[in-house]
């Protein structure tokens, strides 16, 4: 019954590392969505996608970047790992219209040393 | 200023008792509001989503919108344990494809 998978929940990675996080959904949704969490934060979004090789930036995509080459995968991009860049990563999805209902994934959890 | 604030607790209370989490935001475009439940070291699940003011009730759950306040609530009615959580509200405005999301309030249930 999963519909959003993250392909990976823990990952540690060191500094200056290349760390790629994917998502798949099986929902046919259009619209996809990276956002990180943290504590006192909130959810804050990194990148979003309304299409396939459609991307548009968050409200903190500052060392981030994302590809989605197919519907059902969204991926987000860490081209150099920071210390500041440890948090969880969660991947959302929904239909473009109706009733905006995000589905998110279980998680990512990152920690960069 | 936040466009949406939500304390975030943490909340203990005991079982049994009623509790009210609340967000109040700035946009008045905003229409479409929901809340969010989240476990620990799970991602979000969607409990209640409401279209515009009123009242939606669905088993102990009762989501309130006073868009003449800028103000929703959600209420638990005889809390279980089984309700702590962290408890997201969300909203956004007609035609925005983005969620914005309050804080999240950390509510723990005491037996």
């Known amino acids: 019954d999963v519909k959003v998978t993250q392909s990976s929940r823990y990952l540690v990675k060191r500094t200056g590392e290349k760390v790629f996080l994917e998502c798949v959904q099986d929902?046919?949704?259009?619209?996809m969505f990276w956002y990180r969490q943290d504590p006192g934060l909130g959810l804050r979004l990194i990148y979003f996608?309304?299409?396939?090789?459609?991307?548009e930036k968050g409200d903190i995509p500052e060392g981030y970047s994302v590809s989605r080459e197919k519907k059902e995968r969204f991926s987000l991009i860490l081209e150099s790992a920071s210390t500041n860049q440890t948090s969880m990563y969660l991947c959302?999805?929904?239909?473009?219209?109706?009733?905006?209902?995000?589905?998110f994934g279980a998680g990512s959890r990152l920690t960069v040393l | 200023q936040k466009e949406v604030e939500q304390d975030p607790g943490p909340l203990s209370v005991p079982e049994g008792a009623i509790v009210s989490l609340n967000c109040t935001y700035s946009?008045?475009?905003?229409?479409?509001f929901m809340w969010y439940r989240q476990y620990s070291r799970k991602g979000p699940e969607l409990l209640m989503y409401?279209?515009?003011?009123g009242n939606k009730e669905d088993g102990r759950f009762t989501a309130q919108v006073d868009k003449s306040s800028k103000y929703i609530s959600l209420f638990i009615r005889d809390s279980q344990p089984s309700d702590s959580a962290t408890y997201l509200c969300?909203?956004?405005?007609?035609?925005?494809?983005?969620?914005?999301f309050g804080q999240g309030t950390r509510l723990t249930i005491n037996p």
């Open positions: 996608s309304y299409d396939v090789k459609m991307k």
């Open positions: 969300a909203m956004k405005s007609q035609g925005a494809q983005k969620l914005v």
């Open positions: 929902m046919d949704h259009e619209n």
């Open positions: 409401t279209y515009s003011s």
């Open positions: 946009n008045s475009a905003f229409q479409y």
């Open positions: 959302a999805s929904k239909f473009s219209s109706g009733a905006n209902v995000l589905t």
